[in-house]
């Protein structure tokens, strides 16, 4: 018994061999916090790349004179997926929304989607006073909503979630957004 004493504070006392010891306990922890920096950055990046692109298609349709139509829509679908650069399922909902003041709501012209989304009706967006904003009677905004499925490149905490934008902008050439069927 006593020589197994002996051994054990020898063994408790030697400082040898640690560095090795603290390297395996740590290296993976210190992984795991580089690749879980790199997802966060990542997923920031995503989320800012996609409001940048849902502005850009928003403001472009808010310079149209001219009607747009299904050709254009889709043209606008395949730009937002090239600025977003993604891989995932897009979705894009273009909508023409206007404030009657007498009745304090809101009423959609038209809404036209491209992806797995609905169109938007006036009974959807009637009491949205907390989502658009305060509008004079009769104004119209051109709301542009997008989606976007993402995966984080490391499974460190973040799971696969859809990016939704929302942005509206007033036309600027024209006193409304027009949409053709033809």
């Known amino acids: 018994m006593r020589a197994l004493r002996s051994l054990l504070a020898r063994f408790k006392g030697r400082e040898d061999g640690s560095i090795a010891v603290e390297t ?29 692109a849902a502005y850009t298609v928003g403001d472009a349709i808010s310079r149209e004179t001219q ?3 299904a050709d254009y829509l889709r043209g606008m679908q395949q730009l937002f997926e090239y600025l977003t650069r993604g891989t995932g399922q897009t979705a894009l909902r273009v909508s023409s929304i206007w404030y009657d003041q007498a009745n304090d709501r809101y009423h959609a012209d038209w809404s036209q989607v491209r992806g797995t989304v609905q169109p938007l009706t006036s009974d959807d967006v009637r009491n ?3 989502k658009l904003p305060v509008m004079p009677n ?32 007033r036309p600027r050439y024209a006193p409304r957004t027009v949409w053709s069927d033809g």
Do not use: C
């Open 24 to 52: 395996v306990i740590m290296l993976p922890l210190m992984f795991w916090a580089y690749l879980a920096m790199y997802s966060t950055f990542d997923t920031f990046r995503m989320y800012n790349l996609n409001q940048t």
């Open 67 to 69: 009607a747009i139509d």
């Open 128 to 130: 949205w006073h907390d």
């Open 138 to 169: 009769n104004e119209r905004v051109t709301l542009v909503e997008t989606w976007r499925d993402f995966e984080p490149l490391f499974k460190t905490g973040l799971e696969r979630r859809d990016i939704h934008n929302f942005v509206f902008t």
